[in-house]
């Protein structure tokens, strides 16, 4: 049975994003943004030939004001179109060409529910370019799959920069980087000496080098700087630079540097735990023997998964809990409750095969609609044991109290199973996207219900007869010991 954490939702809506690399130009993102619309008026115009009817209502493009862009795609009203929005996103997904110089690009429905992207793995490390690496690594082997798309990370990368490091005769002449680099952004940004008042304003006083000494990288060389001690050295006697590109952000966790990469799984092909399952089980123990000072943990929805799973068997068990103690409390025995809740679990497997039957996947939805069934289930078990326990008050033998009680309630049993079910048969089957959050919740309830139905009135009368039986052989026994303890007084 497939399971998957939260389902895909239908929505009327996508949007397309995506984010240049630094350094790109605005021309490029304008053009980044014409491919992506030419693209979904052919994937419309595809649709349009086949079924005939076009699926984009509306569509808008847009810029954020730096290197990216998004379209807002307005689609027809699911319950009129034959394909799901999640089919019309690969389908323009096929449509579009490689685009050059796209850092992050992701095809999405808007406001949909859940904790960040399907896929989320987590890296952190004191050396980037380890997390460069086993990053990229990761990305190659995702875009493996099939279903997975939309593979980005979180690395942000800047314009180029400086980057300065120091000689040994730099330590022997006390010089630390951080002085190295206040010398050097004084002297080409330069350093504030005086403040002016000036009318309402105020003046800085900033001394740095002649333009024509700081107009390129070559003038760094020929910079002098001052060590502690108050002499002059050449900069190329005690530091080195080089060009590199930097970042426009650095993201740490625990003081390490860390980097997150993620994907977007298509959940009709594939499910997000198994790729997460079999990344953590076959792929990450190489990946962090090959990169031993690297980190690794799970994010996302990968991570909200496990900590939802867990709260909702905590509530799980809580709800048996009570329920338990809520029927011992009324019917004054340890035992009766286990016969009126052993149908619990097989009302699960009725919610189960409800929704194998539907072709549905089993999702978190589905078990807040199992815990509820857990409380809906035993009001039959404990009708049933109830007027067992009446007749057996009556003088009736157990055996005739546990037939008359299958027979006298049969009817009533069947008949509130049978409306409860058909109640919600019309949530089951509905189409609108309000609906489609409450489906998997009906499910579970409406074939939770039936099924345990008929273990109710086979299984709970049979249970009582077992427990009898078990209680009889116990006082048998004691009987038996307390009769053996009794002839060895007497024979003393």
């Known amino acids: 049975m497939r399971f998957v954490f939260f389902p895909n939702i239908p929505s009327d809506f996508m949007i397309a994003s ?7 130009s605005l021309t490029q993102r304008d053009e980044v943004l014409t ?16 079924s005939g009817e076009n699926v984009i209502k509306h569509a808008i493009a847009f810029d954020n004001g730096n290197l990216g862009g998004e379209i807002f795609a307005e689609l027809t009203k699911g319950e009129t179109r034959t394909l799901t929005d999640f ?44 997390l460069r690496a086993i990053s990229n690594e990761l990305k190659e ?51 504030e000496v005086q403040r002016i008042q000036r009318d309402d304003e105020e003046i800085k006083v900033m001394v740095r080098y002649p333009k024509t000494e700081r107009s390129s990288v070559e003038h760094l060389e020929n910079m002098r700087i001052r060590a502690p001690n108050g002499q002059e050295i050449p900069f190329e006697q005690v530091a080195t630079f080089k060009v590199g590109q930097g970042f426009d952000s650095i993201i740490r966790v625990d003081g390490k540097r860390s980097v997150t990469v993620t994907a977007a799984v298509d959940k009709a092909l594939l499910d997000p735990s198994e790729v997460t399952n079999d990344v953590i089980e076959k792929m990450m123990p190489d990946l962090l023997a090959r990169y031993p000072h690297v980190e690794f943990q799970l994010q996302g929805n990968s991570k909200e998964q496990a900590e939802a799973m867990f709260s909702l068997m905590q509530g799980l068990l809580f709800a048996l809990f009570a329920i338990y103690t809520l029927l011992a409390i009324p019917l004054r025995s340890y035992s009766q409750p286990f016969i009126i809740m052993s149908v619990i679990p097989f009302g699960i497997v009725g919610a189960i095969v409800g929704h194998l039957v539907l072709g549905m996947a089993v999702s978190v939805l589905s078990i807040c609609g199992i815990i509820a069934l857990s409380g809906v289930v035993v ?65 579970s309830l409406a074939f939770g219900i039936l099924f345990a139905t008929v273990i109710t009135l086979l299984l709970v009368p049979a249970l009582y007869l077992i427990l009898d039986d078990l209680k009889n052989v116990f006082k048998g026994r004691k009987h038996a010991n307390v009769t053996s303890d009794n002839e060895i007084e007497s024979a003393g």
Do not use: C
């Open 18 to 24: 995506f984010e240049l690399e630094p350094g790109s």
């Open 35 to 50: 491919t992506l619309r030419e693209a979904m008026h052919r994937m419309d115009d595809k649709i349009a030939e086949d």
């Open 87 to 130: 089919e019309i996103q690969n389908m323009w997904r096929e449509e579009l060409p490689e685009i050059p110089g796209v850092k992050s690009f992701n095809i999405a429905s808007p406001g949909g529910p859940g904790g960040g992207s399907d896929l989320s793995f987590e890296f952190s490390s004191s050396d980037i370019k380890s």
């Open 141 to 191: 082997a995702l875009d493996a799959y099939e279903g997975v798309t939309d593979i980005n990370d979180t690395f942000s990368g800047g314009s180029e920069e400086i980057q300065l490091a120091l000689k040994p005769q730099a330590d022997a002449l006390g010089i630390t980087l951080q002085q190295l680099g206040q010398q050097v952004r004084f002297g080409f940004y330069g350093a």
């Open 379 to 443: 009001n039959d078990s404990l009708i049933m044991v109830d007027f067992v326990n009446r007749a057996r008050k009556e003088g009736l033998s157990l055996m005739d109290a546990a037939i008359s009680a299958g027979t006298q309630r049969f009817r009533a049993i069947i008949l509130t199973s049978l409306t409860t079910f058909m109640g919600l048969m019309p949530i089951v089957f509905e189409r609108s996207l309000q609906a489609q959050v409450v489906i998997p919740m009906a499910i």
